[in-house]
T-cell receptor, first 116, second 113 residues
Framework: GAVVSQHPSWVICKSGTSVKIECRSL??????MFWYRQFPKQSLMLMAT?????????EQGVEKDKFLINHASLTLSTLTVTSAHPEDSSFYIC????????????FGPGTRLTVT | AQSVTQLDSHVSVSEGTPVLLRCNYS??????LFWYVQHPNKGLQLLLK??????LVKGINGFEAEFKKSETSFHLTKPSAHMSDAAEYFC???????????FGTGTKLQVIP
């Protein structure tokens, strides 16, 4: 149990376009989801915390108008990279926290975004 | 506040020899601690977790870790390395009702045949 999926797993887009990444909890409800960014050979950096039915909380330095997060249901959160630029190319990973219980987060497999 | 320090960015072992990946944490509250593994271009897989139960935690693939409060450590060990263990390992801390987790900088494990 506690499976999180991401779609797409890999996307290439042109500069100036927008890309939407989906994060789904498949077999549990997640009131809170997190979005991380991982640069090559580096650790994961938290971008934002997404709570179902409310606005996301962004970490310092993350542009909320560029990285739009929507948590429309208890099983789905989306990250939209708007007006993408090559420097946005990265590995994006989401995680979901079970509504009750421990602090454990369940991670998705990640989405590799390449902006050309 | 919470933080985690992975003392080695790179560890190299021979196949069949023991593995030790070091992790120290800092937390104002009783922490939950996790070890994740990431293979190249893959997502994160949970190896094991400590959440205030037994201090010696056994995980998947023969890995285990011991929570030592006096040393604020949560080192990851395995008695005998396998080639498939070559990957990046992350130590993670979460504490105090604080939803966020904090990742260590990662340790790359190389297994030499």
């Amino acid at each position: 149990g506690a499976v999180v999926s991401q779609h797409p797993s890999w996307v290439i887009c042109k500069s100036g376009t927008s890309v939407k990444i989906e994060c789904r909890s498949l077999d549990f409800q997640a009131t809170t989801m997190f979005w991380y960014r991982q640069f090559p050979k580096q650790s994961l950096m938290l971008m934002a915390t997404s709570n179902e039915g409310s606005k996301a909380t962004y970490e310092q330095g993350v542009e909320k108008d560029k990285f739009l997060i929507n948590h429309a249901s208890l099983t789905l959160s989306t990250l939209t990279v708007t007006s993408a630029h090559p420097e946005d190319s990265s590995f994006y990973i989401c995680s979901a926290k079970i509504s009750t219980g421990t602090y454990e987060q369940y991670f998705g497999p990640g989405t590799r975004l390449t902006v050309t | 506040a919470q933080s985690v320090t992975q003392l080695d960015s790179h560890v190299s072992v021979s196949e069949g020899t023991p593995v030790l990946l070091r992790c120290n944490y800092s937390s104002s509250y009783s922490p939950s601690l996790f070890w994740y593994v990431q293979h190249p271009n893959k997502g994160l897989q949970l190896l094991l977790k400590y959440t205030s139960a037994a201090t010696l935690v056994k995980g998947i693939n023969g890995f285990e870790a011991e929570f030592k409060k006096s040393e604020t450590s949560f080192h990851l060990t395995k008695p005998s390395a396998h080639m498939s263990d070559a990957a990046e390992y992350f130590c993670v801390v979460s504490s105090g009702g604080y939803q966020k987790v904090t990742f260590g900088t990662g340790t790359k494990l190389q297994v030499i045949p």
